[in-house]
């Protein structure tokens, strides 16, 4: 295992110092190194158990998919966070299906799910440190429930496009409508809609592909 890749580990994994010799040497033996392209699919509840995954590159969109196909985002992951609803078989508790994707391309370190059920049973750290992850992904998705509940929508986009700024550091946001529709659990044709009206505000320009934020300080007051 490559140097950086071990400083990963030990960065995204809290519970590492509390792991014996032969425990860390395990974790490294059985962690991979595997990369997915943008949009490619990592993981569904319906395939093979993958184990702990952590983020080395990239971005993970974690969803919910409706029997009409309609996707509805929970919430994604960057470098140096760490999924365990790949680890369907290991953690009972997960009866709800999800799918992975990879939201730009993307490199993930994967820790065999087999080894992985060993820590927790081993390990009272790790299956703390594992249920304290699940308890904050669930608040993650009550609190996006609670937006789409009870937030209006221009406040939400507004919000939404305010973060992705932040987060890229840049004016443009490279994403299609139906793209944000689908992390904000509404339409393509209600986005369109909204970002016409903060176009014709002064508050964005529409590009293909594209929208680039004109004015901060208006977005954020919709906020």
Same mark, same amino acid.
């Given at each position: 295992?490559?140097k950086?890749?071990?400083?990963i580990?030990?960065r995204?994994?809290?519970?590492?110092?509390?792991l014996s010799?032969t425990?860390?040497?395990?974790v490294?033996y059985?962690?991979?190194?595997?990369?997915?392209?943008? @949009? /490619?699919?990592?993981?569904?509840? $319906?395939?093979d158990?993958?184990g702990?995954l952590?983020?080395?590159? $990239?971005?993970?969109c974690?969803?919910?998919?409706?029997?009409? @196909?309609?996707?509805i985002t929970?919430?994604?992951?960057?470098a140096?966070e760490?999924?365990?609803?790949s /680890?369907a078989?290991?953690i009972k508790?997960?009866?709800?299906?999800?799918?992975?994707d /990879?939201?730009?391309?993307?490199?993930?370190?994967?820790l065999?799910?087999?080894?992985?059920?060993?820590?927790m049973?081993?390990?009272i750290y790790? *299956?703390?440190?594992?249920?304290?992850?699940?308890?904050e992904?669930f608040?993650?998705?009550?609190?996006?429930?609670?937006q789409?509940?009870?937030?209006?929508f221009?406040?939400?986009? /507004?919000?939404?496009?305010?973060d992705?700024?932040?987060?890229?550091?840049?004016?443009?946001?490279?994403?299609?409508?139906?793209?944000?529709?689908?992390?904000?659990a509404?339409?393509?044709?209600?986005v369109s809609?909204m970002l016409k009206?903060?176009?014709?505000?002064g508050?964005v320009?529409?590009?293909? @592909?594209a929208?680039?934020i004109k004015?901060? *300080?208006?977005?954020?007051?919709?906020?």
């Open positions: 295992m490559k950086t890749d071990y400083e580990l030990k995204s994994m809290p519970f590492w110092e509390k010799d425990q860390k040497e395990t490294l059985n962690t991979r190194t595997v990369k997915f392209s943008k @949009g /490619a699919r990592i993981y569904n509840r $319906g395939e158990c993958l702990l952590v983020v080395k590159k $990239g971005r993970v974690i969803y919910m998919l409706s029997d009409e @196909g309609r996707e929970l919430f994604r992951l960057e140096g760490i999924c365990v609803l /680890a078989c290991v508790q997960i009866a709800f299906d999800v799918h992975l /990879a939201e730009c391309d993307t490199e993930l370190l994967i065999n799910s087999n080894v992985f059920s060993q820590l049973n081993e390990n790790v *299956e703390s440190f594992v249920f304290k992850l699940m308890t992904r608040s993650d998705v009550m609190w996006f429930m609670q789409v509940l009870f937030k209006r221009d406040t939400r986009l /507004a919000d939404f496009l305010y992705e700024m932040v987060k890229t550091g840049s004016d443009k946001i490279i994403m299609t409508h139906e793209q944000i529709a689908k992390h904000l509404s339409v393509r044709e209600v809609r009206r903060f176009s014709n505000d508050i320009e529409l590009k293909r @592909g929208i680039i004015d901060r *300080e208006k977005l954020k007051k919709i906020i």
